[in-house]
């Protein structure tokens, strides 16, 4: 799910996908998603957990390819390496530094909870790309 001020937020120019360091952090099942939550301050039930530190991992490698009316922003999968947690969400979101101020992207629910046990914990994105943009024809 994206969320809705992400729409806003992109268009003005507050989240700029290639320069910002954009973080996806992770979340139990407490955390309830809903569409209008706009920032980081409003996320509950991150994760705690060895090998996984507050507040997520940066994206690294980020990419912005354009083919044809299509645009696509994409990162290298991230691993959370040695890691014992249990999550059920995986929350983006361009971080400022000060939660209150971070604004949210996107959030994906793995549809039951993921648990590691002293193993790697994978996120790994769509061969399609992480986020899709098509300008209409």
């Known amino acids: 799910m994206i969320y809705r001020n992400f729409y806003k937020t992109i268009s003005d120019g507050t989240i700029?996908?290639?320069?910002?360091?954009?973080?996806?952090?992770?979340?139990?099942?407490?955390?309830?998603?809903?569409?209008?939550?706009?920032?980081?301050?409003?996320?509950?039930?991150?994760?705690?957990?060895?090998?996984?530190?507050?507040g997520g991992a940066t994206l690294a490698n980020k990419s912005i390819v354009l083919d044809g009316n299509e645009s696509k922003f994409d990162a290298d999968d991230v691993i959370w390496g040695g890691s014992t947690l249990t999550a059920r969400f995986a929350v983006m979101y361009a971080s400022t530094g000060v939660d209150a101020t971070s604004p949210l992207i996107g959030v994906w629910d793995f549809g039951s909870d993921k648990s590691t046990n002293n193993s790697?914990?994978?996120?790994?994105?769509s061969s399609t790309g992480i986020l899709r943009f098509k300008a209409a024809a």
Do not use: N, Q, R
């Open 16 to 54: 700029d996908l290639d320069s910002d360091t954009i973080k996806v952090m992770l979340c139990d099942g407490s955390y309830v998603p809903d569409i209008s939550h706009e920032f980081k301050s409003h996320i509950t039930g991150e994760v705690t957990g060895t090998g996984y530190t507050a």
């Open 120 to 125: 790697a914990f994978e996120l790994t994105w």
